[in-house]
């Protein structure tokens, strides 16, 4: 398949960032709030573009646009970074979240299984989906902007749990 113009217009507009916030699903997001997002993330001229190319396709009766949206789509898992593991996602921000920017006693990954999964080791493949959602590299100089990380997953959390409280168990 050619490129798609949808995705071409958004990578165009920079690398849009990770879409943390929108895939926990026990929070549901608002739609005024997505439309705030999308104007945040994403140039005027990016937003033009793509209704330019719907709007198109409305008028020719162009049904090639259905295919190009769902490939943008399935694409957008990529770009947005999107985890595919929103369970072992949140329990990563929660032991972020608890450390208070501390070192920790053993990496990010072991600590999450001794907390959550009894010191059982979880497949590399389910946690390297978080650990590239989160932005956290695998070696010590990757892990430099940790800061910056530590910083957004506090955010992210208290975005979280002002939306809507977890459920009880």
Request: a positive charge.
């Amino acid at each position: 398949m050619t490129q798609n113009p949808i995705i071409a217009a958004i990578k165009r507009g920079g690398k849009p960032p990770s879409s943390i916030v929108l895939d926990m699903p026990e929070h549901k997001v608002s739609d005024a709030a997505v439309a705030e997002l999308v104007c945040c993330i994403f140039s005027q001229e990016t937003r033009l573009e793509i209704g330019d190319i719907i709007l198109r396709a409305m008028l020719t009766n162009d049904f090639k646009v259905v295919k190009m949206v769902n490939h943008g789509i399935r694409k957008a898992n990529r770009i947005f970074r999107r985890n595919l593991e929103p369970v072992l996602l949140r329990q990563a921000l929660q032991v972020i979240w608890d450390n208070h920017g501390k070192p920790f006693k053993k990496n990010l990954k072991q600590a999450v299984e001794a907390r959550f999964y009894d010191g059982q080791v979880l497949p590399t493949p389910k946690w390297n989906r978080v650990r590239v959602q989160l932005n956290w590299g695998s070696g010590r100089l990757k892990r430099e902007p940790a800061s910056r990380i530590l910083r957004e997953a506090k955010q992210t959390l208290k975005r979280l749990e002002a939306q809507q409280p977890r459920p009880k168990k």
